[in-house]
């Protein structure tokens, strides 16, 4: 907190220094990453800093800090901006005295002792992620919807203004979340947004140290993050550091000439992530892609600056210590510049080893997304450092196949099979977020067809036991569809239905998912089994997630034809469980040994569950035994 100023400056005196903030906010004991101050204010190039401990009474101590000392400190372009390198040895408070033409600012900072200095577990493919679009999810305090600090006020009639969704909103929903099956939460950004207008995305930040107040308090939200973990969620903050809003404060006076990636007209991002990679791309085509903008209001950082690079790498691990996050989203990946996005990763992996991270990698084919995850084996030696990729051509594949009919050589659930069989270019399978919709796209009971909820069922089967991390999109667990597609993705992101407003078939939909996603939690070969599947070209899909002591069968009838399963071609994998099996949803016992044909009726799915045959299953199975086969 700031305490004092020098005097105010007048006409013909030296020009005096002076801080209005520095960020991190504080700081911890115990930390691999060596804490660099921005401080900002006026006039601060070239002061003398000094720092003092303070006492229990707030006085500080004779001589100068031994818990907290400078060991350099550097000027930037503009001379209202000041980086300070610190030791951190000791917890307490300090004050930080910065001197120039005799007159001295002051700001007092806390260094912390660390909470938590293990590890912790972080969300994996034991997980189901529940994606909450902030200011639309639940609007539970009216109370901060507007605040004189913010500028666009909330309207609720407006389908592209905030509607109110806060902390108070998400806290009152965590039993149903935890009901629906869901064991981690992924927030849209709660950051300060300032924008004047279609400020309630949350991704044009204006302040990347503060909740914007809004949704409640940096107090509030660690409080959120306690209460979810205390009920046996986690949480995932949402991080966008390839660009920030035009509202930030930073704006108006920028630390370096290079802080911002500046044209001389406004220049769009060409979305062209394959210049990255690809050896043929022009220099052009590469600088466009990670230097363009993504809009308008949301200028792109350069992270190739030194001192950038060090901002948001301590503005991550800040969070993640502050709040006691459980994993990291990061938006638009491959827009940031490759080697310092690596390298930003690499400081928060040093510091936290255990954490997960997932980039937004919005590309296609499969190889295009696996070039980004760390340790796959680039072929220009580059590894990203991000553990887990979003599985974007699984999802178009998905939504592709329940879309029409299915008809045609290659089409419905083909589509699917041919996404999966490229399994083979990612390091890591069971670190693929897998989805069907999320607040970028269009609802996935707006694109089945039909809107048949038989479809969507189908999407959700696949989404609960394929390899991955699946993520559901609040409002999904009940069907919900866009109010207007007409009108853009706003009114997909409409506040989540509360118990009075469901309807028949959205209680149904809402049982089939909780059953299959509270089944899931429970079963650890769908978290890291392997998988074995089938190609058939009549719109089925056929496979096993499977380990050394069971097998979870999993057939999709996307038809609109009842169609029979044929057991037999799955020999080569039945003969180690014994096929009898129950299905999750009916209950009914199945015998995959082929002795009666099993019929599945359309837009249906079974899954069954086989356990390792035993000795008295095995000679009982074998040619000539006696007796029938169990």
């Given at each position: 907190m700031l305490l004092a100023f020098a005097a105010m400056m007048t006409m013909g005196v030296q020009a005096m220094p002076d801080i209005q903030r520095a960020e991190p906010l504080c700081w911890w004991t115990g930390m691999k990453t060596q804490l660099t101050l921005m401080l900002q204010g006026s006039d601060l190039a070239d002061a003398k800093v000094e720092i003092h401990m303070l006492d229990k009474n707030g006085v500080p101590e004779k001589g100068k800090a031994k818990g907290l000392v400078v060991v350099g400190q550097h000027n930037a372009d503009s001379e209202n901006y000041l980086f300070v390198d610190l030791k951190v040895k000791k917890a307490g408070t300090y004050r930080i005295s910065c001197t120039k033409n005799g007159r001295t600012a002051y700001w007092d900072y806390q260094i912390l002792d660390r909470v938590q200095t293990g590890q912790r577990e972080s969300f994996s493919s034991k997980d189901v992620i529940y994606l909450i679009m902030s200011d639309r999810f639940v609007d539970g305090d009216e109370g901060n919807n507007d605040t004189p600090d913010t500028r666009e006020k909330s309207d609720k009639n407006n389908v592209h203004g905030r509607f109110g969704g806060d902390i108070e909103g998400i806290l009152s929903q965590l039993d149903h979340i935890l009901d629906l099956g869901a064991t981690a939460i992924w927030p849209t950004p709660m950051l300060g947004d300032d924008e004047a207008e279609w400020s309630y995305h949350g991704y044009a930040c204006s302040d990347y140290y503060h909740i914007d107040p809004r949704y409640g308090s940096n107090e509030m939200y660690r409080e959120l993050v306690q209460k979810m973990h205390e009920k046996g969620l986690k949480m995932i903050m949402d991080m966008v550091p390839n660009h920030c809003g035009a509202a930030h404060w930073w704006m108006k006076d920028q630390p370096y000439k290079d802080w911002?990636?500046?044209?001389?007209?406004?220049?769009?991002?060409?979305?062209?992530?394959?210049?990255?990679?690809?050896?043929?791309?022009?220099?052009?085509?590469?600088?466009?892609?990670?230097?363009?903008?993504?809009?308008?209001?949301?200028?792109?950082?350069?992270?190739?600056?030194?001192?950038?690079?060090?901002?948001?790498?301590?503005?991550?691990?800040?969070?993640?210590?502050?709040?006691?996050?459980?994993?990291?989203?990061?938006?638009?990946?491959?827009?940031?510049?490759?080697?310092?996005?690596?390298?930003?990763?690499?400081?928060?992996?040093?510091?936290?080893?255990?954490?997960?991270?997932?980039?937004?990698?919005?590309?296609?084919?499969?190889?295009?997304?696996?070039?980004?995850?760390?340790?796959?084996?680039?072929?220009?030696?580059?590894?990203?450092?991000?553990?887990?990729?979003?599985?974007?051509?699984?999802?178009?594949?998905?939504?592709?196949?329940?879309?029409?009919?299915?008809?045609?050589?290659?089409?419905?659930?083909?589509?699917?099979?041919?996404?999966?069989?490229?399994?083979?270019?990612?390091?890591?399978?069971?670190?693929?977020?897998?989805?069907?919709?999320?607040?970028?796209?269009?609802?996935?009971?707006?694109?089945?067809?039909?809107?048949?909820?038989?479809?969507?069922?189908?999407?959700?089967?696949?989404?609960?036991?394929?390899?991955?991390?699946?993520?559901?999109?609040?409002?999904?667990?009940?069907?919900?569809?866009?109010?207007?597609?007409?009108?853009?993705?706003?009114?997909?992101?409409?506040?989540?239905?509360?118990?009075?407003?469901?309807?028949?078939?959205?209680?149904?939909?809402?049982?089939?998912?909780?059953?299959?996603?509270?089944?899931?939690?429970?079963?650890?070969?769908?978290?890291?089994?392997?998988?074995?599947?089938?190609?058939?070209?009549?719109?089925?899909?056929?496979?096993?997630?499977?380990?050394?002591?069971?097998?979870?069968?999993?057939?999709?009838?996307?038809?609109?034809?009842?169609?029979?399963?044929?057991?037999?071609?799955?020999?080569?994998?039945?003969?180690?469980?014994?096929?009898?099996?129950?299905?999750?949803?009916?209950?009914?016992?199945?015998?995959?040994?082929?002795?009666?044909?099993?019929?599945?009726?359309?837009?249906?799915?079974?899954?069954?569950?086989?356990?390792?045959?035993?000795?008295?299953?095995?000679?009982?199975?074998?040619?000539?035994?006696?007796?029938?086969?169990?």
């Open positions: 911002i990636n500046w044209f001389d007209d406004f220049t769009n991002t060409c979305n062209a992530f394959s210049a990255n990679y690809d050896i043929n791309a022009s220099q052009y085509d590469r600088k466009l892609s990670n230097r363009g903008w993504f809009d308008r209001p949301m200028p792109d950082m350069n992270l190739e600056n030194p001192d950038l690079l060090k901002y948001f790498q301590q503005w991550a691990i800040w969070w993640i210590e502050y709040a006691q996050l459980d994993g990291l989203r990061v938006d638009t990946y491959p827009y940031i510049e490759k080697q310092p996005a690596a390298d930003w990763l690499k400081a928060i992996r040093n510091e936290y080893p255990w954490i997960n991270i997932v980039g937004e990698c919005w590309t296609r084919p499969a190889s295009n997304v696996a070039y980004w995850q760390a340790g796959v084996g680039n072929k220009d030696g580059f590894d990203s450092n991000l553990p887990t990729v979003m599985d974007f051509p699984v999802e178009e594949a998905i939504r592709q196949a329940l879309e029409n009919d299915g008809e045609g050589w290659g089409n419905g659930l083909t589509r699917v099979y041919d996404a999966v069989a490229q399994d083979y270019l990612y390091a890591d399978v069971n670190k693929l977020l897998l989805f069907v919709g999320n607040h970028d796209m269009d609802r996935f009971a707006d694109v089945v067809k039909d809107a048949d909820p038989r479809r969507v069922k189908l999407g959700n089967v696949m989404l609960a036991t394929m390899r991955g991390i699946p993520q559901v999109f609040y409002g999904d667990e009940y069907g919900m569809r866009s109010s207007d597609r007409s009108l853009g993705h706003s009114t997909l992101r409409m506040p989540l239905p509360m118990p009075d407003k469901l309807t028949t078939e959205m209680k149904d939909m809402y049982d089939f998912q909780r059953t299959l996603f509270q089944w899931r939690k429970k079963e650890p070969v769908i978290h890291t089994g392997r998988t074995m599947h089938f190609i058939t070209r009549d719109n089925t899909y056929a496979y096993f997630r499977y380990n050394d002591d069971c097998a979870v069968f999993v057939y999709l009838n996307a038809s609109e034809q009842p169609r029979t399963i044929p057991t037999k071609t799955y020999e080569e994998i039945l003969d180690r469980y014994n096929p009898v099996g129950q299905d999750l949803f009916s209950g009914e016992t199945y015998d995959l040994s082929g002795e009666k044909p099993i019929e599945v009726a359309p837009l249906t799915a079974l899954i069954i569950k086989l356990n390792k045959k035993d000795e008295t299953s095995a000679a009982a199975t074998k040619p000539g035994a006696a007796g029938k086969r169990l």
